[in-house]
Nanobody, 126 residues
């Protein structure tokens, strides 16, 4: 699976942006799909995750503002970002976890993701 993230850009605070991640192979068999971000000088951090069945998990900092969705038929994962803040400025990466057994109600960690996109830059101006 190869992932290609797109949709980044420059937006004013309070605005919205939708990121898209296109997979070259089918993602329908992938366990979880996620979005991470990395701001300058900081570690990469989780933004949101979604399972094959549609369950979602969000970082506290974006909960209620961002929405992750997954279209298995189109092999795409989206991140709808609303009420953007300057602190959301970062390079955003999509990631996919290969199909494997995972205990119910558990989420993959950073190291569990097998495939990564190249990143798309999101800049929020104040």
């Amino acid at each position: 699976v190869q992932l290609q993230a797109s949709g980044g850009g420059l937006v004013q605070a309070g605005g919205s942006l939708t990121l898209s991640c296109a997979a070259s192979g089918t993602i329908s068999s992938a366990n979880s799909m996620g979005w991470y971000r990395q701001a300058p000088g900081k570690q990469r951090e989780l933004v949101a995750q979604t399972t094959r069945g549609g369950s979602t998990n969000y970082a506290d900092s974006v909960n209620g503002r961002f929405t992750i969705s997954r279209d298995n038929a189109e092999n795409r994962v989206y991140l709808q970002m609303n009420s953007l803040k300057p602190e959301d400025t970062a390079v955003y990466y999509c990631a996919a976890e290969a199909e494997r057994y995972r205990r119910p109600n558990t989420w993959p960690s950073y190291n569990d993701y097998d495939y990564w996109g190249q990143g798309t830059l999101v800049t929020i101006s104040s």
